[in-house]
């Protein structure tokens, strides 16, 4: 029997292109090789590595990363971004932008010929492509990386990069190109087209967008890997952002492979767990009084807006516990037991310093409130103005938890 051939597309996305460094070095961990790569934009160049079969040197590049070693007086685009510019860069900043139609990354394009061997990649058994667009008709253009001469290989990488109005125009043998992500920011097509029987994808659902072609993730020989929550602005090369979002491939490519459960955030596996899970559903079946059934309806139209999937008991607990850490702005890129997560949510109820209690209309009465529940279990749940649902999963995950 021929061996299938196994795919791999990576999508562009800027700075987050570090989700996808994590997601990488799981699979190397793992042992997994690629027949065919194709990315584009940020998922081309990290795709590079992936032939290359440098993962190590590719996570040390992320590591490294900052908005100057990407382009000249550069800047991190976040939403603290008025603290990044004083009078001096702004204006060093929008010279170096109007001189170049765009930021001036040769400070990148540096980097890269620092990091990536052209010879390599043309010379690997793993067939690599990438997508850029070329311009003035914006047509979508397809280039097998590994039948290009050495000296253009460096090139089409960051045409197919050229973010504009970010990133300037890439000029290649007199004909003008930008980053492929206005045509096929995802390009499992073209993973197919080189040879892949089978494909693994990875989506940075930029802009909260799905990508051209998105059709294509729901066959059943296309398995996606992509982030349950906003990775922040594609310019944001913040070193603990960076680090966050390396975190949270890795462990996605961990629940890819049914180490951790987890949904947005990410949990231990464990028979306890499983136990959990069991009493946590028996529990809303022996109260359920009108507020459990209301919580009950609340989560399960959580799972409609989320696709949340629901298959077994566990995953409903995950659900309860997984709302509340969004509530109170849990860390989600660290890995958790699910009995430290609870006691995180616990502490931050319990605080009366804490901002995160977003969900109370009026804080102070409502943990005085929280505050009689948890020293008299025999009082009946209190009945809030507002937002009851949240605060009746923390009641029965209290239970849970101290019984």
Same mark, same amino acid.
């Given at each position: 029997m021929t061996k299938r051939k196994l795919g791999l597309a990576l999508a562009g996305g800027g700075?987050?292109?570090?989700?996808?460094?994590?997601?990488?070095?799981?699979?190397?961990?793992? =042992?997994?090789?690629?027949?065919?790569?194709?990315?584009?934009?940020? *998922?081309?160049?990290? *795709?590079?590595?992936?032939?290359?079969?440098?993962?190590?040197?590719?996570? @040390?590049?992320?590591?490294? $990363?900052?908005?100057? /070693?990407?382009?000249? #007086? *550069?800047?991190? $685009?976040?939403?603290?971004?008025?603290?990044?510019?004083?009078d001096d860069n702004l204006m060093m900043f929008l010279k170096n932008y109007a001189l170049n139609k765009g930021a001036d990354i040769t400070p990148f394009k540096e980097l890269c010929k620092t990091y990536i061997d052209p010879e390599k990649i043309i010379n690997s058994s793993t067939a690599f492509g990438t997508i850029c667009v070329s311009l003035p008709l914006i047509s979508e253009v397809k280039v097998d990386m590994r039948k290009l001469d050495k000296d253009h290989v460096l090139p089409f990488?960051?045409?197919?990069?050229?973010?504009?109005?970010?990133?300037?125009?890439?000029?290649? #043998?007199?004909?003008?190109y930008i980053d492929g992500f206005y045509r096929n920011n995802l390009p499992i097509d073209y993973c197919f087209e080189l040879g892949a029987d089978e494909v $693994?994808? +990875?989506?940075l659902s930029m802009f909260g967008l799905s990508p051209q072609n998105s059709f294509l993730m729901n066959l059943p020989i296309v398995d996606t890997i992509k982030p349950r929550l906003d990775l922040?602005?594609? %310019?944001? !090369?913040?070193?603990? +952002?960076?680090?966050?979002?390396?975190?949270?491939?890795?462990?996605?490519?961990?629940?890819? !492979?049914?180490?951790?459960?987890?949904?947005?955030?990410?949990?231990?596996?464990?028979e306890d767990f499983d136990k959990y899970g069991l009493e946590f559903v028996h529990q809303i079946i022996r109260d359920i009084n009108r507020n459990a059934k209301n919580t009950v309806k609340f989560l399960f139209d959580k799972v409609k807006e989320s696709d949340f999937p629901i298959s077994d008991n566990t995953s409903f607990l995950i659900l309860a516990l997984e709302t509340l850490g969004e509530e109170f702005d849990i860390d989600d890129s660290i890995?958790?037991?699910?009995?430290?997560?609870? /006691?995180?949510?616990?502490?931050?109820? %319990?605080? @009366? @310093?804490?901002?995160?209690?977003?969900?109370?209309?009026?804080?102070?009465?409502?943990?005085?409130?929280?505050? @009689? /529940? &948890? +020293? =008299?279990?025999?009082?009946?749940?209190? /009945? !809030?103005?507002?937002? #009851?649902?949240? %605060?009746?999963?923390?009641? &029965?995950? =209290?239970? &849970?938890y101290e019984n």
């Amino acid at each position: 029997m021929t061996k299938r051939k196994l795919g791999l597309a990576l999508a562009g996305g800027g700075s987050l292109g570090a989700y996808e460094v994590g997601v990488l070095k799981r699979f190397k961990e793992k =042992n997994y090789h690629f027949d065919v790569v194709t990315g584009t934009s940020i *998922g081309g160049l990290n *795709g590079a590595f992936v032939v290359m079969d440098e993962i190590e040197k590719l996570e @040390q590049l992320w590591l490294e $990363i900052t908005p100057e /070693k990407v382009m000249k #007086d *550069g800047i991190n $685009i976040n939403k603290d971004i008025r603290l990044n510019f004083n009078d001096d860069n702004l204006m060093m900043f929008l010279k170096n932008y109007a001189l170049n139609k765009g930021a001036d990354i040769t400070p990148f394009k540096e980097l890269c010929k620092t990091y990536i061997d052209p010879e390599k990649i043309i010379n690997s058994s793993t067939a690599f492509g990438t997508i850029c667009v070329s311009l003035p008709l914006i047509s979508e253009v397809k280039v097998d990386m590994r039948k290009l001469d050495k000296d253009h290989v460096l090139p089409f990488l960051h045409a197919s990069s050229a973010c504009v109005p970010v990133f300037p125009v890439e000029n290649i #043998d007199d004909k003008k190109y930008i980053d492929g992500f206005y045509r096929n920011n995802l390009p499992i097509d073209y993973c197919f087209e080189l040879g892949a029987d089978e494909v $693994i994808a +990875v989506d940075l659902s930029m802009f909260g967008l799905s990508p051209q072609n998105s059709f294509l993730m729901n066959l059943p020989i296309v398995d996606t890997i992509k982030p349950r929550l906003d990775l922040g602005s594609f %310019m944001d !090369f913040t070193h603990d +952002v960076i680090v966050k979002n390396i975190r949270r491939g890795y462990n996605d490519a961990k629940k890819y !492979f049914h180490e951790l459960r987890g949904y947005r955030y990410s949990f231990e596996k464990s028979e306890d767990f499983d136990k959990y899970g069991l009493e946590f559903v028996h529990q809303i079946i022996r109260d359920i009084n009108r507020n459990a059934k209301n919580t009950v309806k609340f989560l399960f139209d959580k799972v409609k807006e989320s696709d949340f999937p629901i298959s077994d008991n566990t995953s409903f607990l995950i659900l309860a516990l997984e709302t509340l850490g969004e509530e109170f702005d849990i860390d989600d890129s660290i890995i958790y037991n699910h009995h430290d997560f609870f /006691k995180l949510i616990a502490k931050k109820a %319990m605080s @009366q @310093q804490t901002n995160a209690l977003s969900f109370l209309s009026s804080a102070k009465n409502k943990l005085s409130k929280m505050y @009689q /529940k &948890l +020293v =008299n279990k025999d009082e009946e749940p209190s /009945k !809030f103005a507002r937002n #009851d649902e949240e %605060m009746n999963i923390f009641f &029965l995950l =209290n239970n &849970l938890y101290e019984n």
